[in-house]
């Protein structure tokens, strides 16, 4: 039944609507497409067991809502009660939470079915899948003429791999500064980060508290809104929810671009850009243009400075978050022999976090340490206001600004070795991340190796809406049907 | 207000001044804690009061009590200090096994609370204003046990999260007494706010003891910090100890170095924590997880409007407006309870008496300080389970004032209300307590004594006016002590003199 | 700025990560890398700006003082390392 796998998201629900396929079929035909792709190590744990029970109760009338018998993968970042939960970290290995993250919590009311758990970058580390503890990710993309294997992407890699190859209708992602946007251009899907303060953090693991967000990644842009509705939501456990409602996006999806005006941000033509994302973006334009949009040239002035401010404020934020992961209520103890409370700490945290989370919590600890607070944090943070003022002025000229996702395609594992390198991936996801603005990537074309590209789109503060709208025409005008 | 003259340590070079700053840490009165919905109660089984939030669970998050807020608000306005309408909570971070956060939830760039005082006074009259220079809410940790395992410790996190004011003197304190006083004022104040229930053997209040010392116009010297002391003698004697520590060491050819100590009240002396880490950076900033904390003024006139007449401005009015002596004054007013409990009495009794409260105040003040607080000694009770309520001691007073029972007779009858917790009135009536004022029984009485002591009559007729007290109470005697004093008073002379 | 190899260990010192001597070198050379490039961002005029303190506009709201939680001792202990007498148990603190 490999054509169940092939459905949107969107079909599958109509389908199942109809009777034309029970929940329980299309969750098997997901298991195997999964059992299928182990190769591709998108999950770190499947839950077949939980994802059948599911399914029936969903065919026995027990569990319904507007995403009844969807099958989905869940980043490992989301805490999933019962199911081991490490956010691609040795550190967590085995542990299992006896709670539900609220996002996951939404997607169960809805009626979703969990194939499983998501690989990752450790604790969401990561632009390539590179820095799991459970091995990389490869993206089920292969450039043209060559036989390497490609990174998918990161943080949400194995969300992206999976998504892309049909392993899962949807999956979740979380984005701190890209983690949903740039994976999903790699693989050629869409996937949105909503507004700052849509989707609950509570039971999502924590890398950067003021950048983290949770998101959908799926084929469509209207499967990214169907799953945008259920994961979002206020919630009284989160001080920085929001408690606005959130609209029905699906059935709000127009597409519509006429009397749109269209940002431009000067800024992110940067010096010795790809031309091909060069051609992409202006190829963007072009079709936005030609369905009705009215094109402006902005300024974001301080859009270089957005990737040194993250590379501040995350650390920082992440150096704080993950010090909970000492060895004493839960997790990977190791204990030096004679060694007293602060050594286990030490041994613990050296052989739990990977190389890349500990550079970061290094960055983190030193850029907050006593002498140096406010030349780097304080500093970061002020440039964050202005970063997010750059936003504000731009958004009185339009309405969506429209930019490239990454600065290149997919590229090998091993390319990005030195971290300023790999850092560089997220230059044009970072600065909506610091200004916590709805952005989304949603694919336009193929490089010349035929890998696949994305734009993105950003948008006001809450204004998910407008921002998938545009996602649609893209989606539309573009036409990209390319599957790897 | 006066100095208080200089408390100094003598040294063999001379004498020292000793400068002391506290900082209070007092657990907020609320049933959950701080940033999660765990019950605060003390005692309970290990674990048995921690959420998922307190635990640090991966992706737990917190979100503020809003009591606790309004607590330390109220508290802030009774040490008449500014309220920072604008304030954010910023993490301190460390790691310690009692931490599982790896950081504290406290203010530090930003606190509720900003500058105030608190005004003490010692056991000679001198009085002082001590700087209070901001109050800040903040999580407590948990509690790590080291005897109940040779090689291991355990922790409970019972009280981690729960909400602490930390209070954060001047330095302004120049003696133990002052470090007492302060800290005994502060409890007073807390317990009267209701903000703190200030158990300080539960932990509910304890202080780190910052301490240097200094040659007379010398600026200040090098502090150490006592951690966690939790008693008001504790705090005297880490004060008085450090002092002399520190110029001990100093005049020996040694420094004050700047460190943490523990007291040991075993020995009463302070010493070096032995675990010491590396000097602390705590690497504060603004907790993410959490929004800045905004109020307006009509939430702080609420919370002005709740509070109680301080303990200041009852003392106060209890000299000037109720006539008591500075001493009644400081003894009714010390506790709120107290203080209640003798002002619905008062109220009562002049009610009950149909005067007006000045007029009883004297009275009902020295039964409540002598009687019932001797009584309630001896029973071992708090005046909150007094076995007589303020009623039923407005209508003995009451019962006293309408010449119903005579001294003698008051006392007897509240032992009895003590001992069966019934009514003034229905002991008198039950065991036939009223005093007697007829006249014909008085008489009886008199001439009976008279029949028995010739002699003595006499004596008195031929001048030994002296013996007119042995008759008075040899009457009260034949009576039981229920003949009305003044009766018996006019009918002796009148049936004497004959 | 730039850290030495006694700044790594304090860093790691008090990030509680124990470092190898031979993973010094990487360290403060990756560091100084990373931070260089960060430096940056002291060239941006930030005079007279606050910094950013809540990413979208609002006050916090405030919980009611009721109990909600706890009693759940199983669930909080459920995945310690090591834990006796509902006690989680660690390497002998000295205080
Ligand atoms: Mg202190
Ligand atoms: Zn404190």
């Known amino acids: 039944m490999s054509a169940l796998t092939d459905l949107s998201l969107a079909e599958m629900k109509a389908g199942l609507d109809a009777r034309q396929f029970s929940a329980v079929e299309l969750a098997q035909a997901h298991l195997d497409a999964m059992a299928a792709n182990r190769h591709l190590n998108a999950f770190i744990v499947e839950t077949p067991e939980l994802a059948l029970t599911q399914a029936k109760a969903v065919d026995d009338g027990t569990r319904s809502g507007p995403l009844a018998g969807i099958p989905l993968g869940i980043k490992d970042l989301f805490a999933v009660e019962g199911v081991q939960t490490t956010a691609g970290s040795n550190i967590l290995k085995g542990f299992v939470p006896r709670y539900e993250s609220s996002v996951t919590a939404n997607l169960l009311r809805d009626g979703a079915v969990f194939l499983g758990k998501l690989n990752m970058d450790e604790f969401a580390m990561g632009s390539s899948n590179e820095t799991s503890a459970f091995g990389r990710v490869i993206s089920p993309w292969k450039a043209k003429g060559s036989d390497a294997e490609l990174v998918p992407g990161g943080s949400s890699g194995g969300s992206a791999a999976a998504v892309s190859a049909r392993l899962c209708a949807g999956a979740t992602g979380t984005d701190t500064g890209g983690s949903i946007r740039q994976p999903a251009a790699f693989v050629g899907i869409a996937g949105i980060k909503p507004t700052y303060g849509r989707a609950s953090r509570w039971g999502t693991i924590a890398f950067a508290s003021s950048l983290d967000q949770a998101g959908p990644m799926a084929r469509t842009v209207t499967d990214c809104a169907l799953m945008l509705t259920s994961m979002c939501g206020f919630d009284a456990k989160d001080s920085t929810s929001l408690d606005i409602p959130v609209p029905d996006y699906a059935a709000g999806l127009t597409g519509g671009m006429k009397g749109k005006r269209v940002g431009i941000p000067a800024e992110y033509r940067l010096d010795g850009m790809d031309p091909e994302i060069a051609a992409l973006w202006d190829q963007g334009i072009a079709l936005l243009k030609a369905e009705g949009a009215e094109i402006v040239s902005v300024s974001l002035p301080h859009t270089k400075y957005a990737l040194p401010t993250y590379y501040i404020v995350a650390p920082a934020e992440a150096s704080s978050n993950l010090a909970r992961y000492d060895g004493v209520r839960y997790g990977n103890r190791v204990t030096p022999a004679g060694g007293n409370v602060h050594d286990m700490y030490a041994a613990t945290r050296a052989a739990g976090f990977g190389k890349e989370v500990k550079r970061r919590i290094m960055i983190g600890t030193y850029v907050l340490s006593a002498g140096f607070y406010d030349a780097y944090y304080t500093q970061a943070q002020k440039v964050r206001a202005l970063i997010a003022r750059d936003f504000e002025a731009a958004f009185e000229k339009c309405d969506v600004l429209l930019t490239p996702t990454a600065p290149s395609p997919a590229f090998a594992f091993g390319a990005k070795a030195d971290p300023l390198a790999m850092y560089l991936n997220d230059v044009f996801t970072v600065p909506a991340s610091l200004a916590g603005l709805p952005a989304m990537s949603v694919p336009a074309g193929l490089s010349a190796s035929g890998l696949p590209l994305g734009l993105q789109i950003i948008g006001r503060p809450l204004d998910e809406m407008g921002v998938l709208d545009a996602g649609l025409a893209i989606e539309r005008a573009a036409g990209f049907s390319t599957r790897p | 207000m006066s100095e208080a003259p200089n408390y100094i340590v003598k040294g063999a070079t001379g004498d020292w001044e000793i400068v002391v700053g506290l900082e209070v840490h007092a657990q907020v009165t609320a049933k959950a804690k701080l940033f999660s919905g765990a019950s605060t109660e003390f005692g309970a089984e290990p674990n048995a009061q921690v959420s998922l939030v307190d635990a640090a669970m991966p992706g737990m998050l917190p979100v503020i009590n809003g009591e606790c807020v309004r607590q330390a608000v109220r508290t802030g306005l009774a040490i008449d200090a500014q309220i920072n309408k604008w304030s954010r909570f910023d993490r301190k971070n460390y790691f310690y096994p009692d931490l599982p956060q790896g950081y504290q939830i406290s203010q530090l760039y930003h606190p509720i609370v900003g500058e105030g005082h608190l005004d003490i006074e010692l056991d000679d009259g001198t009085k002082k204003r001590i700087g209070i220079e901001r109050i800040h809410l903040e999580q407590d940790a948990g509690k790590s046990v080291h005897d109940l395992h040779p090689s291991m410790s355990y922790v409970d996190l019972n009280r981690c999260g729960c909400a602490l004011m930390e209070i954060v003197s001047r330095p302004d304190i120049r003696s133990p007494a002052e470090a007492g006083a302060y800290v005994a004022g502060l409890r007073q104040l807390l317990r009267y706010v209701g903000s703190c229930d200030g158990n300080m053997d539960e932990g509910s209040m304890r202080a780190d003891v910052n301490v240097s010392v200094r040659k007379a116009g010398q600026p200040f010297g090098t502090r150490t910090e006592t951690k966690n002391v939790n008693s008001v003698r504790f705090i005297m004697q880490a004060v008085e100890h450090e002092a002399r520590r520190q110029v001990d060491l100093i005049e020996s050819g040694g420094t004050v170095i700047q460190e943490t100590r523990l007291f040991d009240p075993g020995s009463s002396t302070t010493r070096a924590m032995r675990g010491k880490e590396d000097a602390h950076d705590y690497r504060y900033f603004p907790d993410p997880d959490l929004l800045p904390l905004v109020f307006d003024d009509a939430f702080i006139a609420q919370c002005r409007g709740s509070l109680p007449e301080l303990p200041a401005a009852k003392r106060a009015r209890y000299e000037s407006t109720l006539g008591l002596s500075p001493y009644l004054a400081a003894v009714l007013s010390a506790e709120k309870e107290t203080a209640d409990w003798f002002e619905t009495a008062l109220a009562a009794t002049a009610a009950k008496v149909g005067q007006p409260v000045t007029e009883v105040a004297l009275r009902v003040a020295n039964f409540i300080s002598s009687d019932l607080f001797g009584a309630l000694k001896k029973l071992g009770k708090e005046i909150g389970d007094s076995p007589v309520s303020p009623d039923a001691l407005a209508e003995l007073l009451a019962l006293a004032a309408d010449g119903t029972l005579s001294g003698p007779l008051v006392k007897q009858v509240f032992e009895a209300m003590l001992e069966t917790g019934e009514g003034a009135a229905s002991i008198v009536e039950q065991r036939g307590l009223k005093q007697v004022s007829d006249t014909g029984a008085i008489d009886a009485a008199i001439q009976t004594v008279m029949d028995a002591n010739p002699n003595k009559v006499a004596e008195y007729r031929s001048g030994k006016d002296k013996l007119f007290g042995f008759f008075v109470g040899q009457v009260m005697r034949a009576m039981a002590g229920k003949a009305a004093p003044g009766v018996v008073n006019d009918r002796l002379k009148a049936l004497l003199e004959v | ?95």
Not at chain 3, 66 to 92: E, H, M, R, Y
């Open chain 3, 1 to 95: 700025m730039s850290v030495d190899s006694q700044t790594v260990r304090k860093i790691a010192r008090l990030a509680r990560i124990a470092v190898t001597d031979d993973e010094v070198p990487g360290l403060v050379e990756q560091l100084n890398g990373i931070l260089g490039w960060v430096e940056q961002l002291g060239e941006v005029d930030t005079k007279g700006v606050e910094p950013m303190a809540s990413v979208m506009p609002g006050n916090m709201r405030w919980r009611e003082d009721v109990v909600t939680d706890g009693g759940i001792q199983d669930k909080v202990l459920a995945n310690a390392p090591d834990a006796a007498s509902g006690f989680f148990a660690v390497p002998k603190v000295i205080e």
